[in-house]
T-cell receptor
Framework: DVKVTQSSRYLVKRTGEKVFLECVQD?????MFWYRQDPGLGLRLIYF???????EKGDIPEGYSVSREKKERFSLILESASTNQTSMYLC?????????????FGNGTRLTVT | TQLLEQSPQFLSIQEGENLTVYCNSS?????LQWYRQEPGEGPVLLVT?????EVKKLKRLTFQFGDARKDSSLHITAAQPGDTGLYLC????????FGTGTSLTVIP
């Protein structure tokens, strides 16, 4: 089974801090994704990556950046955390064929910015 | 941009009842997936439908993809408490577009 591991289940950070959320997958998937999940809004795509060192903006990239230096690792960076970035963050991976390959999700990181 | 609307947003039913969740869009998708998410976990894939009009069954769950590949439905027969969770549809394009989710509670 594919395993997607997010480094932290819960994080509490202060406004203005730089925050790193780490995600590792063990199935050699080409695609990796970062979503945030908020009640009533579903999952919204922040950034995704189709290959090492490659990144594409999703629907809500403002205030975030990403890094993919190795195929198995995709990091989400909040350059200067703000309270409106308090949310559940979900990392996912999939094979290259996005039309027919399922997303495999981690268990999420619940981030609170105070 | 929210391309997929799910209804209802919340659903609370008694064990043994039937229910249907709808996922609607004005966009055409090459495939559509349904996920279930339990508290404290990430979403897990239930099914992928690819062909317009396709019907897939997974035990008591029946999934249908609309003829025009713009909408889908999930029907659960004789719901069980173990069906409780958040159900999400996702349409495939150049990325996955998720619906707003349906939170289902099945009361024993």
């Amino acid at each position: 089974d594919v395993k997607v591991t997010q480094s932290s289940r819960y994080l509490v950070k202060r406004t203005g801090e730089k925050v790193f959320l780490e995600c590792v997958q063990d199935m050699d998937h080409e695609n990796m994704f970062w979503y945030r999940q908020d009640p009533g809004l579903g999952l919204r795509l922040i950034y995704f990556s189709y290959d090492v060192k490659m990144k594409e903006k999703g629907d809500i990239p403002e205030g975030y950046s990403v890094s993919r230096e190795k195929k198995e690792r995709f990091s989400l960076i909040l350059e200067s955390a703000s309270t409106n970035q308090t949310s559940m963050y979900l990392c996912a991976s999939s094979l290259w064929d996005t039309n027919n390959s399922p997303l495999h999700f981690g268990n999420g990181t619940r981030l609170t910015v105070t | 941009t929210q391309l997929l609307e799910q209804s209802p947003q919340f659903l609370s039913i008694q064990e043994g009842e039937n229910l249907t969740v709808y996922c609607n869009s004005s966009s055409v998708f090459s495939s559509l997936q349904w996920y279930r998410q339990e508290p404290g976990e990430g979403p897990v894939l239930l099914v992928t439908v690819v062909t317009g009009g396709e019907v897939k069954k997974l035990k008591r769950l029946t999934f249908q993809f609309g003829d025009a590949r713009k909408d889908s439905s999930l029907h659960i027969t004789a719901a069980q408490p173990g069906d409780t969770g958040l159900y999400l549809c996702a349409g495939a394009g150049n990325q996955f577009y998720f619906g707003t989710g349906t939170s289902l509670t099945v009361i024993p």
